[in-house]
DNA sequence: TACTATGTACGAAATTATTCGTAGTTTTAA
DNA sequence: TTAAAACTACGAATAATTTCGTACATAGTA
């Protein structure tokens, strides 16, 4: 299996082209710019160098080029979780859950829905 | 309150010094060596940026220096969740501990101490 | 048609992080 | 006492990321 890295900026993207699906460079753009400037070329460049990782992959057969995502959102999640938890946890993922949920208010529901998951988890042992 | 942001390599020198405490640029390099090749210089010059940055403060009565964290480490470790967080998980935690438990393998006893702090939490609300 | 908007490609500047060599000083030990 | 070892300071090379300008082509429109 390859290992995906993708940078802040590019996974910014990657966010985008998970939830709205294949797009084009303006379409991102355009939706960038409604949290932050950045230029259309920045975009592009941008858009540009993913393909070339291998990151999305884009049709070409019009003018305007659509790309979408080629790495799967919930692979991607897992691998930089397991990178954080390396660097900044040492290794421990159950570390950084409970730092994490200790650091965040939760609704009730929230609360149930992890106890849920974890009555899965017990079950599987 | 500032806002620590620690790179990787700084990171790694302050779990160091977490765990064992003021350290010279000696005694972190030899323990940084354990894991890959890093220049004594290299190290040092880190440190001496980290200083700079206020990540460290130094005594520097005594030829050779001695370090010490100042950034705390608990704050330190929310702050890299709350950026991790917004950057893979735009801003949701409790996604971030879903998705870290479901990729994890945990044992009974990790489970149970995550109920019992769901267990707090639930009082708390 | 001809002007404007929209698109791609690409080079390169700016920034940040990492790494290390060299110079020069002090300490240690043969 | 002198040679080797250990230490700091600092400049600079390298690499990765982000940003954008410029050039040029195509499409839409007045």
Do not use: C
Not at 14 to 24: D, R, V, Y
Not at 101 to 114: A, I, K, R
Request: glycine letters at 4%; a neutral charge; aromatic letters at 4%.
């Amino acid at each position: 299996m390859t290992k995906f890295k993708p940078t802040d900026s590019e996974l910014e993207i990657l966010h985008i082209l998970w939830e709205k699906g294949a797009s084009s460079v303006r379409d991102i753009n355009d939706l960038l710019n409604t949290r932050r400037d950045v230029g259309y070329t920045t975009t592009l460049k941008l858009m540009q160098i993913m393909n070339e990782k291998g990151l999305v992959k884009r049709d070409t057969a019009a003018r305007t080029h659509i790309y979408k995502a080629v790495v799967r959102e919930n692979e991607t999640k897992n691998n930089l979780i397991s990178d954080f938890v390396n660097v900044a946890f040492q290794g421990s993922a159950m570390n950084l859950v409970m730092q994490a949920l200790g650091n965040t208010s939760s609704s009730v529901e929230e609360l149930s829905e992890l106890k849920s998951l974890i009555a899965k988890l017990e079950n599987k042992s």
